[in-house]
Structure formats: C-alpha cells, structure tokens
C-alpha cells in the first residue's frame, strides 16, 4: 500500500481559525494512524492579504497542541516556477488556453481549462459516492496570466508534487473537487481519496466565530485551557468513537480515529462541553504545576497576597479553587469579583448584612458568642473543615441553622456571596475566626 501523505494547506491571511485546525487534526490522525506523513504548506499566492508573520504562530499552535507537521513547510510563493511550468506543459498540449477573461469585449486575457465536458464520480469518505457533470462548469479559468495562477491550479499541482494521498477538508471545499478532480487528471496526477468534513457551528447555529468565544489556538491557551483538552475536544468536532467515551489523549485518537465515522451534519462548537473536558485533565494534573499556573493567572496583587502567605494560599486552592475552575483562567475572573479578597483583608462588620431574616442584633450576637464558646475547644491541631462542621452542626439545627450560619458566613466574609462558614473558617485559621466573630461584640 502507499504510504499515507495528507496536508496542512493554511492561507496565511489571519491566525489558523479553531474549524481548520479541527480539519488540520483530523488530517494529522488519520496520517499517524497509516504510519504517514503530514505535509505543510502556507497557501500564500494572496499576497494582499497573505502575511508571513502569520507562520511562526501556525507553527506555535501546531506544537502546543503536539500535532506538528512532517514535511515543510512549503510555500506556494515559492513555486511560482513550477506551476509556470505546468502552465506550460497544458497550453503545450492544448489542454488549456488563452482566452477572453469575459465576454463583454473588454479584452483582458486570462488562461483556461478545456474542460472534457465529462462526468466524473469520486467517493467521499464521508457523503458516499458523489457524480457530477463538469460541463456546467465551462472552460474554467485556471490562470489569470501564465505567471499568476488560480487557486484550483496550484492546490492541484501541489497535492499531485507532495504525494497527497488523501484530503480531508471542510466541506465548504467540496464544490471545488470535481474542479480539481479534472485538473489531476489532465496534469497525469493520481486522484487521491476525499473526505470533506461537516462545519462546525456556534451554539446558535450560525458559523462559528470570534463572536462565540476563543476561535484561535491561542486564543484558548490564553484563557487557560489544556492543550490535550483541546485536542480532545477538537477530535469530537465531527468524529465520535461510536460508544460514551469523552476522554481520549492523542495517541488514543490516533489508535481509535476513523473516517467512517466522522458525521454529515454540522458540529457545534460546545465551550461549556470543552470547558467540562477541560476540567477533566486539570484535575489529573500535578498539585505544583497547577499552583503555579493559577498564580500565573491571578492578577499581581492578588499572587502577592497568595505567595505572602503560603498555608493559607494551599487551602485557598483546594477549597475554594479547585473546586470550581474549569481552565486557569476561571481565576482571573474570581480574583476580579473580589472572590479572594477576604481571606486577606477583615472586613468591616455590617450589621445589616449580618441579620437573619428577622433575627435581632442581639440574637445574632448570642448566637456568635455561642459559636466562639465552642470553636475555642477545638484543639488548633484539628482546626479543618470537617472538624469545625462537627462542632456545630447537631447544636445549629436545634437552634436554627440560619440564625449561626448566616451571620457567621458573612462576618467572617464581610460578603453576601461567599463560601460556607465553614471553609471560611478552616482557610482563615483558628484565631482570625475567633477575632474576626468578636468584631460583633466590639
Ligand atoms: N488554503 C485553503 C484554506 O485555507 C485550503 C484548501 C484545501 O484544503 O484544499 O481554506
């Protein structure tokens, strides 16, 4: 059998849309999966719109995400001289001529195709067998002069000169294939294997777009999101492994991928779905790494506060962080809504916030002193979580839960949105609870 060669084809005109990089994945499966080869090759003859400064990041992403390319890159600005050649060899052979660019006699010449006015059948992969009638399509226009090709023709002579063997790309390319399809044939090129893959929307069903959220590879490293996450959620954009499995590293994609069952209908671009994937390989991560990166994603004050003191920063993680993020970045977010704040600084007693329903001042300030009372037996070697939950639980559903835990909550938080009064206690140590439940008496 032949060696499997598929291709990375980015138009460097803008960062590698979140969608290609799917079809780029797919590519680089099914290529691992035959023991192939990826080609890569920046589709740069739009030199209005093409900017090189766009490769080193389609090279950066492709290694963040650990799907680097074979061979390349290639660079069809560089190979002017080889499809000038092919050109050539087509007009040569009468294949291909100069001809009027339009009918309204305005005189401008352009190079096109002399369509065999045929029908040609190729099997996708994904659609089943597809039969068109080239004839619509006229004598297509190939080049606008013999040195400025189209599109069609250096994608063409590309695939046939890099040894594609098959394609797989979105299926907003299909109507190009047949196109192309003509084109290998007459070039004397082997018609390689199609699959065109489904689109991928946004949750509204409209394409997706910057509008959706992240649509760049490092738009999503920039949020805090895993590289294998990404992967893994990308590889489910279109395929499935037919079974409940979410979870699949690279090298099980590249084990388990399969063009039979990659679907039809347009993928939708689920963030809250990649962000429970997310979560998933967050959780499996070293405690190290992971503290690291959250400070790395706390503005400066607030890694400050966390980096001064350690012991409290550990519990801040687990109790509070870990317990809810789904990408670093979730951090960001709760440093801003004040989410750390009180754990550093004691807040200002409000009494009104502190009341329960219709409790009075001074039933709160019963209920407190009982608390002190009985947190100040608890040895400061047992000070945790579950210990302070101990203490008073059976006591507050006697007397009514609402009455300690509410004023106790926000005392200690100085917040209405705050964790229960129990993690606040253990993260603010034995004494800062006991001083911060006085303030009530003061
Ligand atoms: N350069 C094209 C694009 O970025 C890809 C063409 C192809 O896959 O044949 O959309």
Redesign the pocket.
């Known amino acids: 059998m032949t060696k499997v060669i598929t291709r990375y084809?980015?138009?460097p005109t803008g960062e590698i849309h979140i969608g290609?990089m799917r079809t780029m994945l797919f590519n680089y499966l099914w290529a691992k999966k035959h023991d192939g080869q990826v080609v890569l090759r920046f589709?740069d003859t739009d030199r209005e719109r093409s900017d090189a400064k766009y490769e080193p990041i389609a090279l950066a992403a492709f290694d963040t995400l650990g799907i680097t390319p074979d061979l390349g890159p290639f660079r069809q600005s560089e190979r002017t001289d080889v499809y000038r050649e092919r050109l050539q060899g087509l007009i040569d052979r009468d294949m291909a001529y100069e001809g009027e660019e339009s009918s309204d006699g305005s005189g401008n010449k352009v190079i096109r195709f002399r369509n065999p006015n045929k029908e040609i059948t190729f099997q996708d992969h994904v659609l089943g067998d597809i039969t068109i009638d080239t004839t619509d399509f006229g004598d297509f226009v190939i080049a606008r002069s013999i040195n400025d090709p189209i599109y069609h023709f250096t994608?063409v002579v590309d695939d046939i000169d890099m040894g594609i063997t098959h394609?797989l790309?979105g299926a907003d390319?299909i109507t190009s294939t047949p196109r192309q399809i003509l084109l290998i044939e007459a070039l004397g090129g082997v018609v390689p294997e199609y699959a065109h893959l489904p689109l991928i929307n946004g949750d509204d069903k409209k394409k997706l777009s910057k509008r959706h959220g992240a649509v760049t590879v490092g738009g999503f490293v920039a949020q805090g999101y895993l590289p294998a996450a990404i992967v893994n959620y990308l590889a489910f954009l279109g395929w499935n492994p037919g079974d409940e499995r979410e979870i699949f590293s690279l090298e099980e994609l590249v084990s388990e991928f399969s063009l039979e069952r990659i679907g039809k209908s347009p993928a939708t671009f689920n963030y809250d779905k990649l962000d429970d994937i997310n979560r998933h390989y967050l959780l499996q991560l070293d405690a190290d790494f992971v503290y690291q990166e959250i400070l790395a994603f706390l503005p400066v004050d607030t890694k400050n506060q966390f980096e001064s003191d350690s012991v409290k920063a550990a519990k801040i993680m687990e109790l509070i962080i870990l317990e809810r993020i789904k990408k670093f970045g979730d951090v960001t977010a709760m440093a801003d809504a004040g989410e750390f704040e009180y754990f550093y600084t004691r807040p200002d007693l409000d009494t009104d916030l502190i009341q329960f329903k219709d409790d009075s001042l001074e039933k709160a300030k019963e209920m407190i002193g009982l608390v002190i009372e009985k947190l100040e037996q608890v040895d400061d070697a047992d000070w945790a979580k579950d210990t302070i939950k101990d203490t008073l639980w059976d006591w507050t559903s006697e007397v009514g839960r609402g009455s300690v835990l509410h004023p106790m909550r926000t005392i200690l938080s100085g917040s209405k949105q705050s964790p229960d009064p129990f993690t606040l206690a253990y993260v603010l140590g034995k004494n800062e609870t006991i001083e911060r439940l006085n303030t009530i008496n003061q």
């Open positions: 084809p980015p138009s290609n589709e994608v394609i790309r390319h």
